[in-house]
């Protein structure tokens, strides 16, 4: 009897189950995505969310597709020139005759700031909800700040490369075909309202968020928003709150500038000024207390999805020493780099003084002995002639270096990327005291990295007022920043890119500058998005 209870028990189960299988409503499916409100009602959700927004930005800065990408930023500016071995999506940013709206690279820039500031529209738009009731006033403010941070961050990106842009409040959840481009004025605006949200905000450097391996300093921070409000109130103009920023960050006693050896490579040949690139010492976690903003990377073959895709900075800055018989691949050379671009006769020959640390053998390569100890001429100075000095062993910085025995073949480079230092917060200290007219100050500013960067300071390295200019600004920029700065911002930020460039680089033998013009202190507007774009006229930049 009991048998047959259960075999009439399993039975009705069976049977209410094919029942409920039969029904609509059973088989409606309710597709969840972390974009949809539904999953943003709790900290967990919007905690996802927001490392999303890291992940992204990882994107802009690993993109390997076009192998050639980060020369995009250097070439046809002061610093640099293409090479032979260019990849191809640099073409059009030294011959500039060649850069058009249907550019990839443009569009590229174009589609991953505008994804960013979308992704953190849906943060922002959920955080504001009133029904978002599980999670304290406090940690709103908090998750708000983070994801304003980098709708400011992507916002400031597009206004200094492509002027007046169209401007998205909240977030796209229909098909937009009615764009139109926002007064510059009122997206500047946005930007400052958004950052200064940010700084009230976002914890301080040492109050950021742990978990089981310490303090996450690579998360947004106040001084972050900090130092980018600065440098937009400076594209803006207002040079007086750009100082106040900058300040605030040198007076919180939070960084230093690295003055002496530290790190996993403390012991070997080296300075203290190279130490700060060091795979190994780029964390704030790895003692290097200049950082400001590390956009950490972990190694793939570790840490599943340690890394967006493949960063090619290694391959476009280092040099293809290895393709010169007699040579082979080594950690102390940077491992296998290809030299996509090459630094200018002006950074080479005419930037430094004697004695500057930044241009020690540590920093920037210039000799190049032979290291196969199979090789009759081992040790011995490998000449510059005829194209090696193009692409093989021509001078060269070494903050990309990085080496793998894992991979000796190199495609891509696992290395933290260095987003913002106090090296550079002097620097736009500098910029927005000159700005107003205070050159005794703005030289005093200078000379804290000339402290940092002479021993014999200050008999060769101290600056006086009168040396101060926006152009030796823009010098100092480059002996500081060469390799992390993208070079082509900075110039059309302060309105210098064509006369720097055809000034200090327009005769490079192999790939000389062609058309450059004052049309180009702004990139075209993507011709597929002005196409797209059906049911508004989306305006095109003046000349393209």
Known sequence: MKKLKYILFSFLAVALMFYSSCKKAFLDEKPYSNYTPITLNDSLGFEASLIGLYNHVSTIYSYSDQQGWPSVWQVGTDVAN??????????????????????????????RNYILINLSNVIIDGIENPSVSAISTKGKAAINAEAKFFRAYAYNTLATLYGRVPLIKNALTTPKT???????????????????????????????????????????????????????????????????????????????????????????????????FVYGNQRRSQSNREVIWTLEQENPSSVVGGITNSPQQRRVWGTGYYAVQGMVLADSLGGRGLSRLRLSNWFLYSLYKPGDIRNSQYNVKRRFYYNDPANAKFGQIIPYTGADTLFKINPSITKWNQFDPNDTFGFAMIKDFILMRLGETYLLLAEAQFKQGKLSEAAASINELRKRAFADYPTRGQVQSADINLNFILDERARELIGEENRRMTLMRTGTLVDRAINLNSNDAAKPLKGLTAKNLLLPIPLTEIQLNKDALLEQNPGY
Not at 90 to 105: C, F, K, M, N, R
């Open 178 to 276: 009615d764009f139109v481009r926002a007064p510059l004025n009122e997206v500047n605006d946005f930007i400052i309202n958004d950052l200064l949200f940010a700084v009230a905000n976002l914890p301080d450097i040492e109050a950021v968020k742990s978990n089981t391996k310490g303090k996450m300093y690579g998360r947004a921070n106040k001084f972050m928003a900090m130092q980018l409000l600065a440098e937009v109130y400076l594209r803006t103009g207002k040079n007086d709150l750009a100082e106040q920023q900058a300040l605030g960050i040198i007076n919180s006693g939070k960084f230093s500038l690295n003055k002496a050896r530290f790190g996993v490579k403390a012991s070997l040949p080296g300075d203290y000024y190279s130490d700060l």
């Open 82 to 111: 293409a090479t032979t071995n260019q990849q191809g999506v640099e073409v059009p940013y030294y011959d500039y005759t060649q850069l058009t709206p249907t550019d990839g690279a443009a569009a590229y820039m174009w589609n």
